[in-house]
């Protein structure tokens, strides 16, 4: 993984800390989510603006957003 540059490469983008990276090749959420170390429960993925269940596949042309679920209640 790299800071994003521009490319045929999955754009992913992160919060917490907020950040961009490029990766290479096609993949599924659960194995995109592993390499950055995070656990599916923990996050919603967001696939060129729409939501992805985690059994997605995911290309190159993507772009990707993984934010953070927030729960909250009283």
Known sequence: MRAASGGSTMIVRLRNPTRTVEVQGGRSVAKLLNEFGLAREAVLVV???ELVPGDAF???EDEVEL???ISGGV
Request: proline share 11%.
């Open 47 to 49: 696939r060129n603006g």
């Open 58 to 60: 995911l290309s190159n």
């Open 67 to 69: 934010r953070p679920v």
